[in-house]
């Protein structure tokens, strides 16, 4: 996994791909708590299209969901395509505190970018993260 700060955005795009693990997203939310760009309240747009598996269970969700470091109105999105990260999606959704009224999980990208309220931005968007991607 990794992820790219927009902060004329005010959003934190997160990509992920291949098998995803517990500790890859722990070590992730390490990171992103080290970065001095990182703020609470920024949104977040999980882009987990590519990712083919979770190696985990329904505790270590459990334990992510109550570990969540943004603040309870940040508007949050995870977009998976595969039943079974869909499904992980929703299983942290709802064993986040204050039931995950703030967190929404969705198949397509349109339905992501409306829910973080940047669907006018998508365009500029995903070239930016695609840049900054590929840039390493």
């Known amino acids: 996994a990794a992820y790219e ?5 005010h959003l934190i795009w997160i990509k992920a791909w291949g098998l ?13 708590a080290r970065d001095p760009r990182f703020q609470t309240s920024l ?5 987990y ?3 083919t ?10 334990r992510l969901a109550k570990s969540n470091p ?4 940040s508007r949050r999105v995870l977009v998976a ?3 079974l990260t869909f499904g992980m999606g929703r299983m942290y959704q709802v064993m986040l505190k204050g039931g995950g009224d703030t967190f929404h999980v969705c198949r397509d990208l349109d339905e992501g970018f ?8 998508q365009a500029a968007i995903l070239d930016r993260v695609r840049r900054a991607f590929e840039a390493g």
Not at 21 to 32: M, S, Y
Not at 114 to 121: D, K, R, S, T, Y
Request: proline content about 4%; glycine content about 8%.
């Open 5 to 9: 700060i927009l902060p004329e955005y």
């Open 20 to 32: 995803l693990t517990t500790q890859e997203l722990l070590d992730a939310r390490i990171a992103l």
């Open 43 to 47: 949104a977040q747009f999980m882009d």
């Open 49 to 51: 299209r590519e990712v």
């Open 53 to 62: 598996g979770y190696k985990g269970d329904s505790a270590d969700i459990h």
């Open 70 to 73: 943004f603040a309870p109105d």
């Open 81 to 83: 395509t595969a039943d």
């Open 114 to 121: 409306e829910w973080v309220g940047l669907a006018g931005e």
